[in-house]
């Protein structure tokens, strides 16, 4: 179920944009994988992982081309608006002493993506663009190699 990140470093070339890219990534899978030891109370916010993960795979897809991705990121912007109002509605989660909910809440910014986004009238998409600090002038600007 998680993203196979051995096979996403060796897609994707090594420049500033993507390592920005494959660290969210790698951060968001390791929130997924805690989310997995946690109790039932934290389902809704496992289930938001997942759906934030699915939008940020869609928009980082090379095999994707415009018009699929913008159509993909539609529909998963809508079910992440659903899957965001379930959350901070979840009654259950103030209660939860997990590190998992307390970090979601924390960073609310990158966790209710579709909500912080139309705060800043932004997509999802761009929200956590802007948020991993990727510019045009930064993927301009990108050089594509090898770090050392």
Known sequence: ?????????????????????????????????????????????????????????????????????????????????DMERMVMRDERLLSSPSALVKNAFDHYELTFLVHAGAEKKRSAAEHWLASMNVSNDAILGARVGFRK
Not at 3 to 13: A, G, H, Q, S, W
Not at 30 to 37: D, H, I
Not at 47 to 75: F, G, H, M, T, Y
Request: net charge positive; hydrophobic share 40%; proline share 1%.
């Open 1 to 81: 179920m998680f993203i196979d990140l051995r096979n996403t470093l060796r897609t994707y070339k090594k420049s500033l944009v993507n390592a920005t890219c494959l660290t969210a990534v790698l951060l968001l899978t390791q929130g997924a994988q805690a989310a997995s030891n946690s109790s039932t109370a934290d389902l809704s916010l496992q289930n938001l992982e997942r759906e934030r993960a699915a939008l940020i795979q869609d928009l980082l897809s090379p095999s994707l081309d415009v018009k699929q991705r913008q159509q993909q990121l539609k529909k998963r912007q809508r079910q992440l608006t």
